[in-house]
């Protein structure tokens, strides 16, 4: 059996206690929501800080409200479960309760919080794996060791992004408050990742992620696929959201991005510039799945082969359009 490693755990009820507390006790601490993944990592050694700052007890965390702009604005504490299941969440952003529907378990989904999928630790095959198996072949850079086992020529870590939440939130053009030391902020979700296996957020890492801000939906169609090997529990190994604004048959807004094939969710730009102005038909979305397909490149780290991950960027890309224009989803692979 793995135990977690010994360290202090502190209970905030308010985010201005919990920025504090971060604040007071530095690199040492990491904040935890559900710990439906920090504890596993923890236990596996990839995590070992000696303070743990608990969100569970902040309670203005929770909850999905009005946004002044006429979006929604969810709490970072939110369960993935509430999420999944919230009428105006459903009825407004499909594809995002579809993501937060399909993490992991429904046991992981009533424990994980959405701000926690948000800031979800980035995968590899070489990473995410017991200290003993890890200590076997001298580690990695990620945790503990020099090099980079997939690259082994490369300064960079490459684990992917695995969040299936983030894709979708991007796509949609959310945004993300977070509270530090210096104050409130809030940014577009695509400025919070960097291109990066180990520093893969751009927010300094004593900020909190307090809500998550949803634009009006305003003609909103979007769509969550994920391709993983067991459709029961598995992290996507290929993410594909997509988001459109129509005015009536043409499309005035789109956006692709797409999970699993980098170190931060990755924007498919040139298709989704095919798509504005146009009609969703057969023929163009062919052409935006290609688009789309090219620039993905997955790394062989992750579960199925990298090229075979590739491909089904197409696939994936082109079925999501075809589910946003009411076409049916059988396409060639
Ligand atoms: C078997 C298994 C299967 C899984 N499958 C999936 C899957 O299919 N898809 C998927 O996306 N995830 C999956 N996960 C990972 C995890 O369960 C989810 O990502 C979950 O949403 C994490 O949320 P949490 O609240 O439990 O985060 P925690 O584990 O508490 O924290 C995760 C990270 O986020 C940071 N963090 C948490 N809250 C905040 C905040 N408010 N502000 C700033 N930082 C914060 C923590 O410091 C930590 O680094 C899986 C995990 C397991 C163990
Ligand atoms: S990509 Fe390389 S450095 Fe990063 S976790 Fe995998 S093996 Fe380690």
Redesign the pocket.
């Known amino acids: 059996m793995m135990r977690l490693p010994p360290f202090r755990y502190l209970a905030p009820v308010s985010v201005t206690d919990a920025v504090k507390l971060m604040a007071d006790h530095g690199p040492e601490a ?12 923890m236990k596996r050694r990839q ?1 070992e800080p000696s303070v743990l700052v608990g ?1 569970r007890g902040v309670r203005d ?1 929770a909850g999905v409200r009005p946004a002044a702009s006429g979006g929604l604005a969810i709490g ?2 939110t ?2 479960t509430a999420v999944s299941r919230h009428a105006q969440v459903r009825g407004r952003y499909d594809a995002l309760a579809t ?1 937060a529907g ?4 429904p046991q ?2 009533n ?11 980035t995968r590899c095959n070489y990473y995410n794996q017991t200290e003993f198996w890890r200590a076997s072949i001298g580690y990695c850079m990620k945790k503990d060791g020099e090099i980079c086992l997939v690259a082994p020529g490369s300064s960079r870590c490459w684990a992917v992004s ?5 894709p979708v939130l991007w796509s949609l053009g959310a945004s993300v408050r ?1 509270a530090g030391p210096g104050g409130e902020r809030t940014i577009p979700i695509s400025a919070l990742y960097r291109d990066d296996g180990i520093q893969y ?1 751009a ?1 300094h890492t004593d ?4 809500e998550i801000l949803l634009p009006p939906a305003d003609g909103l169609r979007s769509v969550y696929l ?1 391709l ?1 090997r067991r459709g029961s ?4 190994v290929l993410g594909v959201a997509a988001a459109v604004r129509m005015d009536g048959e043409t499309v005035r807004e789109a956006r692709i991005v797409l999970g699993a094939v980098a170190s931060l969710p990755r924007e498919a730009g040139a298709a989704s510039a095919l798509l504005v102005g146009q009609r969703l038909t057969p023929e163009l979305i062919e052409r935006a799945a290609e688009a789309a397909y090219r620039p993905a490149k997955p790394l062989d780290n992750t579960d199925f082969g990298h090229p075979y991950r590739k491909k089904m960027t197409r696939v994936f890309v082109a079925r999501a359009l075809r589910r946003l224009a009411g076409l049916p989803e059988v396409v060639e692979a």
């Open positions: 990491m904040l935890v929501a559900g710990g439906t993944d920090l504890y596993p990592n995590f969100l965390l970072a504490g369960t993935l993501a399909v993490v992991s378990t992981l989904r424990m994980g919080t959405l701000g926690g999928n948000v800031c979800v630790d695995s969040s299936d939440t983030a977070l957020l927010n900020d909190t992620v307090t994920k993983r529990f598995d992290f996507p």
